[in-house]
């Protein structure tokens, strides 16, 4: 059968079913683990699922300095195929009544360990920057689909039982794992030496930080996922209050509707942001800003998952031409690899702070429409700095283009 596969699939599209099946699971135990906090009636439910959310996140930061190293050392489809068998585990421990906390953490070390595989095997799969940008849309249109129809499964099965979204959450994880097989083990760099990697880790932070464009790439994408994971647990405490949705599986069909306007984005990034004119994903930062402001203060269901729709579109249009932005210039400056882990590591700075804010909010009981109405004004913070780098990024972007061979 995988022979068979091998044969109808290639090795791009390997990647794309690879990562769709392993996000959906991503997407579907999360909202696993909310049914099971509710269920056991905390004190806190809310405040409880951020820190699950917050122990998965702080995989990503405290195994950055070394996961870059490991991806650029194995083959990245080895990788890969190591990412998921750990987030399999993770959920199979479940099953014999683990802490929730403790699985998710486990399911966000091999989550951590797969993000540098999925993203740099595109580098070593595409020949120039308009294949990148079209690669990069779909595995995130992929990946978003992933999240609306893992969001909404995830709603379904929990609703009432842990054990059939444990189950299912698990033998999807282990057919991702099979596709795996179905890409390209190309060897990698065997000379890399982890304690030495370790080291440079933070000397790789300060190069991307000092260049212009991964600059501009890593600060956009990290205020997007910030949004995404504060966006995400807010909702949960804000439909009930706003429009009396108290249901999980209503509540995760709305959430998905934001990553059905990213899996839209997918479809309209290459045309609308062509490659060569990547600054212009910004634009479309300012209008996530609004969208999401502007929902706050709605009580209207039509609405409401209209603008949810509106901010998924926008979101995906700004943060798919900084990762090509960024992949470009992290496998020329520090390799594909490690440019990931560091991206990994910002962005999760990023979400954990935003997190963080978020909870010490709820905490002094503030509203919660106050609340996200604060993140989305740490958010504004992040687009005004970008304002102040875009007549840089232009000019490197000629630079970059003048460098290229053969242009």
């Known amino acids: 059968m995988l022979a068979m ?10 990647v794309v079913w690879t990562q769709f099946l392993s996000s959906f699971s991503d997407n579907l135990n999360f909202f696993l683990i909310v049914g099971m906090v509710k269920r056991q009636g905390v004190e806190n439910p809310d405040g409880t699922i951020a820190y699950i959310q917050m122990a998965f996140l702080c995989a990503y930061v405290l195994l950055a300095p070394i996961v870059g190293a490991f991806a650029d050392k194995k083959s990245k489809a080895h990788i ?13 421990l479940l099953l014999f009544g683990l802490p929730p906390v403790l699985c998710y953490l486990l399911v966000g070390v091999g989550a951590v360990v797969y993000s540098p595989g999925k993203y740099g095997i595109l580098t070593e799969l595409t020949n120039n920057e308009n294949e990148l940008l079209r690669a990069n849309a779909k595995v995130e249109g992929s990946t978003i689909l992933a999240i609306l129809l893992g969001t909404v499964g995830g709603g379904l099965l929990a609703q009432n039982s842990d054990l059939p979204a444990i189950l299912v959450c698990l033998c999807v994880y282990l057919l991702s794992l099979l596709m795996t097989l179905l890409v390209p083990a190309r060897p990698g760099d065997a000379s890399i030496r982890y304690g030495q990697a370790a080291v440079s880790f933070f000397r790789d932070v300060r190069r991307l930080f000092g260049n212009v464009r991964s600059r501009f790439s890593l600060i956009g994408t990290g205020a997007f996922w910030l949004t995404a994971s504060v966006l995400r647990i807010a909702l949960i405490a804000w439909l009930p209050i706003n429009l009396g949705i ?3 599986d209503q509540q995760s069909l709305i959430i998905g509707v934001t990553a059905l306007g990213v899996v839209a984005s997918a479809f309209v990034t290459p045309r609308w942001v062509p490659a060569g004119r990547l600054h212009r994903a910004f634009y479309y930062g300012v209008a996530m800003v609004a969208t999401v402001m502007i929902a706050t203060f709605t009580h209207e269901l039509w609405l409401t998952v209209t603008l949810l729709f509106f901010t998924g579109l926008f979101g995906g249009i700004f943060v798919i031409p900084l990762n090509t932005m960024l992949q470009e210039e992290g496998k020329r400056l520090i390799g594909a690899g490690k440019t990931i882990a560091v991206q990994n590591f910002s962005e999760n700075v990023l979400t954990v702070s935003g997190l963080f804010i978020y909870l010490t909010l709820t905490e002094m009981d503030v509203p919660v429409n106050e609340s996200v109405i604060g993140i989305g004004l740490v958010l504004t913070c992040f687009i005004l700095f970008l304002a102040t780098q875009l007549a840089a990024i232009k ?10 061979p053969g242009s």
């Not at 596969?5 to 090795?11: A, F, G, I």
């Not at 890969?80 to 199979?92: E, R, S, V, Y």
């Not at 000019?395 to 290229?404: G, L, P, Y």
């Open 395 to 404: 000019r490197a972007a000629v630079t970059f283009e003048k460098n290229i």
């Open 80 to 92: 890969l195929l190591i990412g998921n068998a750990l987030k399999a585990t993770g959920i199979a």
């Open 5 to 14: 596969l091998k044969r109808k699939l290639s090795p791009l599209n390997a």
């Open 246 to 248: 108290t249901d999980t």
